[in-house]
């Protein structure tokens, strides 16, 4: 073998960037040519380490360095490698150890590092004299606060220099195998060469040394690769100021670095800063990258906005003023008058509740998410933009403009990808601990709805619900996750509260709504339980477990579609192997049948930590027990498997459908968001321009000042304003009662340090209205949920934080229960019967409208037995309809409904017949 021969060398200028993507493991020793007066510490080190004056003079100081400080783990390192390879050292170790050692790792990292690398294989151990082989990755991180440099601050200054950046991961690609040392095999005469790659540029050996040929056949088998990424890091959100563009900088990764983060994740990076040569030679602007050493998962939520003692004195007496809520409120968009109800709502969003981890480790959210609907005109946006202003971290995107991609995360073949898939990270994503404003909410599409459910809910089976494998076996679907795990540890993939499996020997029976065939499971996952779970019993005996919002088919409009299994309704039909008894053509081809949901139960969690799930891609189906049920749909798209970090306060606004609101018909009906999705929200508000003379005219004032305060404004930016002038801006300006620098800082304050204890006081009166509103469901309607007592405590707790009390007291929950009675008389409220029904947001219809429509089927049932079967025309029902009082063109909506969810169908024009019988 021929190891030393002549390589194609490129000009300096041509390189391209990835020339200089060496990697750190890769510097074993010097260069020929290189010589150094980097100045040495004068301190003497202890005399058992020789000095080799052909080695890099740092090596010494390093051997002494890691024989101090790191010995037990150099030894660990030894035993484990080459399983592991990376020793993690800490910059504030090497700072205490050397202070201008230290700042030569700034100022010359490659030389720095280089030296750590060879002082540890020069390092004395018995046990590393029996490896054949140590060339450990050193790792540096931890570097101090005033180290770091903001994204937008990179300059040129900073090349070639050991930098540290904070950002959130925008995007990233698969793992790409990079190859590290080349094995050629001469065509001519079979010599075999080894050539190292030093970056991204593939090197090839330009003749053999022994008969001069030039043609070579890369041995990929004897070849040496390694794991490779790369991946995009955007500046913070509360870095930003008003409309600021974030900027991004490419950090690239290897061996274990790769697959160590998620798209939002927080993270601190560390590397040299390195320049990347433009595609266009003739081009004089250079790119840059980091060349990762380390990365370091970075605080959540607010802890990274910086509060002085003098500003924590402030805060602590502004909380004791007793107009601190009306204070507040009037620092909500001072432009736009009134509204102020909505406003409060939107400053308890931005405080929050209590975010709560159970001791059977579920969890409890804290994010109050509000939806604004509206007339046109009346500010929706304007207001959306002013809380992007003043909340510490957040995102503004408009739904017709945000795809799911552009809310979760899209996976895409880029130039960033380098051949290979790329997944971006979403607003949602983006704004992970923060808030995500989202206008025209009523515009996004079906994908990206269901984008937001697997945004904001989990999604998974109990531990005892039995999954059929394909061979016919069944097994506690706890116990067969569970084992696999256990067997597969060094294969976990860690997400955010849950851990997920690759498998590719496991097998399940499942149907594309058209055949059932055998399908591989791609991953099986578990997540942290939630505290509740939903059991639904089936017609045919069949029961499953499930968390709230695990996806559920059932049969609408001629299709199967998916519903949150806590949004389900006895009587709803979902899909079946047929057993011969129900084939309906023009329904669903007949190798599927259809039974309906007999009972649904909501359960308490008494002893799952766990809730667990299979992925079945692309069917996202399983056959068990008969049932065809939906696995979750984890983030995974293109093979980047991730769960993304999606804790995000949502801040919704929608336009009506018809352009404005009809005061006889529901909300929910009037807007196009679907009761699934609606359902997730904790207070509603509507916003409708109704004409009323004394509001109109305050209205009108109000904008009129504005307008006036603005051109005087951009009068006094070009000349000086008369004294007259100067106090008419003075008394017309919406001036906020507050900073919004200072109220970034206070909500900050509130959520990280305090977290306030529910009284008996508190906890009496939401109890006592929770249980008068329950007392007045009658007749099947049902006036509140165990999902709005959740919101009641959130709203409890964050007005108490927005006194930064550390217990909520009875005022808190009045406050609650103010808004929240307030939000449903605006949403809740069925028209008919003047009553609130929750019903109307968690389906979409009121009680009384499901009871008609209930009776409508009955008809129809009806007139099929009078006709022996034969379908129901439109004239007969709406005719049988009037006798019991309905009116014409509500029966004929009603039947248009009916048809909507499946309940019936219509074998031919305007003639209708049930879907059971």
């Known amino acids: 073998m021929v190891e030393d021969f002549q390589t194609e060398q490129k000009d300096n200028e041509n390189k391209d960037y990835a020339e200089d993507f060496e990697d750190l493991e890769d510097k074993l020793a010097p260069k020929a040519s290189t010589e150094t007066s980097l100045p040495e510490k004068t301190e003497e080190l202890e005399p058992e380490f020789e000095e080799d004056d052909n080695v890099n003079p740092f090596v010494k100081k390093f051997q002494y360095f890691f024989d101090k400080y790191y010995k037990t783990k150099l030894e660990k390192l030894i035993q484990d490698y080459p399983t592991k390879k990376s020793l993690y050292t800490d910059f504030n170790t090497i700072e205490q150890y050397d202070p201008d050692l230290a700042d030569q790792l700034i100022d010359n990292p490659e030389y720095v590092l280089e030296a750590m690398q060879l002082a540890t294989q020069k390092y004395k151990s018995s046990l590393l004299e029996e490896t054949k082989e140590f060339e450990p990755i050193i790792r540096v991180g931890n570097l101090p606060k005033d180290k770091q440099i903001l994204i937008k601050n990179i300059s040129s200054r900073h090349i070639g220099k050991f930098v540290c950046v904070e950002g959130i991961v925008k995007q990233f690609t698969t793992v790409l195998p990079k190859i590290k040392k080349a094995h050629w095999i001469c065509k001519k005469c079979g010599s075999e060469l080894d050539l190292h790659q030093e970056g991204l540029d593939f090197k090839k050996p330009k003749m053999c040394p022994e008969c001069k040929h030039r043609e070579f056949i890369l041995d990929e088998k004897n070849s040496e690769f390694q794991d490779y990424q790369k991946l995009e890091l955007q500046d913070l959100l509360e870095e930003l100021k008003g409309g600021e563009q974030a900027s991004t900088i490419h950090v690239y990764v290897s061996n274990d670095l790769v697959n160590t983060f998620t798209a939002g994740e927080r993270l601190i990076a560390t590397g040299i800063l390195k320049l990347r040569t433009p595609q266009d030679l003739k081009q004089t602007v250079f790119g840059q990258y980091i060349l990762c050493s380390s990365l370091e998962s970075s605080k959540q939520e607010y802890e990274t906005i910086e509060i002085t003692k003098e500003d924590e004195e402030r805060i602590k007496e502004f909380s004791k003023n007793p107009e601190i809520y009306d204070l507040l409120i009037d620092s909500v968009a001072p432009h736009i008058f009134g509204h102020n109800e909505v406003k409060e709502a939107i400053i308890m969003q931005l405080f929050g509740g209590i975010r709560k981890h159970l001791i059977d480790k579920s969890r409890i959210r804290g994010n109050i998410h509000v939806l604004i609907v509206g007339d046109p005109g009346t500010g929706k946006s304007k207001l959306l933009l002013?809380?992007?202003?003043?909340?510490?971290?957040?995102?503004?995107?408009?739904?017709?403009?945000?795809?799911?991609?552009?809310?979760?995360?899209?996976?895409?073949?880029?130039?960033?990808?380098?051949?290979?898939?790329?997944?971006?990270?979403?607003?949602?994503?983006?704004?992970?601990?923060?808030?995500?404003?989202?206008?025209?909410?009523?515009?996004?599409?079906?994908?990206?709805?269901?984008?937001?459910?697997?945004?904001?809910?989990?999604?998974?089976?109990?531990?005892?619900?039995?999954?059929?494998?394909?061979?016919?076996?069944?097994?506690?679907?706890?116990?067969?996750?569970?084992?696999?795990?256990?067997?597969?540890?060094?294969?976990?993939?860690?997400?955010?509260?849950?851990?997920?499996?690759?498998?590719?020997?496991?097998?399940?029976?499942?149907?594309?709504?058209?055949?059932?065939?055998?399908?591989?499971?791609?991953?099986?996952?578990?997540?942290?339980?939630?505290?509740?779970?939903?059991?639904?019993?089936?017609?045919?005996?069949?029961?499953?477990?499930?968390?709230?919002?695990?996806?559920?088919?059932?049969?609408?409009?001629?299709?199967?579609?998916?519903?949150?299994?806590?949004?389900?309704?006895?009587?709803?039909?979902?899909?079946?192997?047929?057993?011969?008894?129900?084939?309906?053509?023009?329904?669903?081809?007949?190798?599927?049948?259809?039974?309906?949901?007999?009972?649904?139960?909501?359960?308490?969690?008494?002893?799952s930590k766990w809730v667990y799930d299979v992925t079945v891609e692309p069917t996202k189906t399983f056959i068990t027990g008969g049932l065809v049920l939906h696995n979750t749909v984890s983030i995974a798209k293109a093979g980047i498997v991730t769960s993304f970090k999606t804790e995000t306060t949502v801040l919704a606004a929608a336009n009506p459908k018809y352009g404005r609101f009809d005061a006889y018909k529901t909300i929910p009906e009037q807007i196009e968001i679907p009761p699934t999705l609606m359902s997730r929200f904790d207070l509603f508000f509507v916003l409708q321009d109704i004409v009323d003379e004394k509001r109109d005219n305050e209205t009108v004032s109000s904008i009129l000042k504005t307008h006036k305060s603005g051109e005087l404004l951009q009068k006094g930016n070009v000349e000086r304003l008369t004294e007259r002038e100067t106090t008419t801006l003075e008394k017309i300006s919406s001036t906020p009662a507050l900073p919004s620098e200072f109220i970034q800082k206070y909500i900050s304050y509130g959520r990280t340090r305090v977290f306030p204890v529910l009284t008996e006081a508190a906890s009496k009166a939401i109890q006592k209205f929770f249980i008068n509103l329950r007392q007045k469901s009658q007749g099947g309607r049902v006036t509140v949920t165990y999902r709005q007592l959740e919101a009641l405590v959130r709203l409890s707790e964050a007005s108490a934080r927005v006194r930064l009390s550390e217990t909520v007291g009875e005022e808190d929950a009045k406050r609650a229960i103010r808004l929240y009675k307030r939000s449903m008389e605006q949403v809740g409220l069925d028209p008919e019967t003047g009553t609130i029904d929750i019903d109307i947001i968690t389906t979409g219809q009121s009680h009384s409208q499901a009871n008609r429509m209930m009776r409508v089927v009955e008809i129809i049932g009806n007139i099929m037995k009078e006709q022996n079967g034969q379908c129901a025309k439109i004239d007969t029902i709406v005719q049988e309809a009037e006798k019991e009082g309905m009116d014409k063109g509500k029966v004929k909506e009603l039947v248009e409904k009916l048809l909507k969810v499946g309940d019936i169908y219509e074998p031919r024009s305007s003639c209708y017949m049930t879907t059971s019988k």
């Open 386 to 607: 002013a809380v992007a202003q003043i909340a510490p971290k957040s995102i503004y995107v408009a739904g017709k403009t945000a795809s799911g991609a552009g809310l979760t995360a899209t996976a895409v073949k880029d130039e960033f990808g380098e051949g290979g898939w790329t997944l971006k990270a979403g607003a949602l994503v983006l704004a992970n601990g923060g808030f995500a404003m989202i206008d025209e909410f009523d515009k996004m599409d079906t994908e990206d709805r269901s984008a937001m459910h697997e945004a904001l809910e989990q999604e998974s089976y109990h531990k005892d619900f039995e999954i059929m494998l394909s061979d016919g076996t069944k097994e506690k679907i706890g116990n067969l996750v569970d084992n696999l795990i256990e067997k597969n540890k060094t294969k976990i993939i860690l997400g955010k509260d849950c851990e997920l499996l690759k498998v590719n020997n496991l097998k399940v029976i499942t149907t594309d709504f058209k055949n059932t065939f055998p399908i591989k499971v791609n991953r099986v996952s578990r997540h942290i339980a939630p505290n509740k779970f939903v059991e639904i019993t089936y017609s045919n005996g069949r029961k499953i477990t499930v968390t709230p919002s695990h996806p559920v088919f059932v049969f609408e409009s001629n299709e199967f579609i998916e519903k949150p299994a806590d949004s389900l309704k006895e009587g709803l039909f979902c899909p079946c192997i047929n057993n011969g008894k129900l084939k309906k053509q023009n329904i669903i081809n007949s190798n599927i049948g259809l039974v309906s949901i007999k009972k649904i139960q909501i359960i308490p969690n008494k002893d």
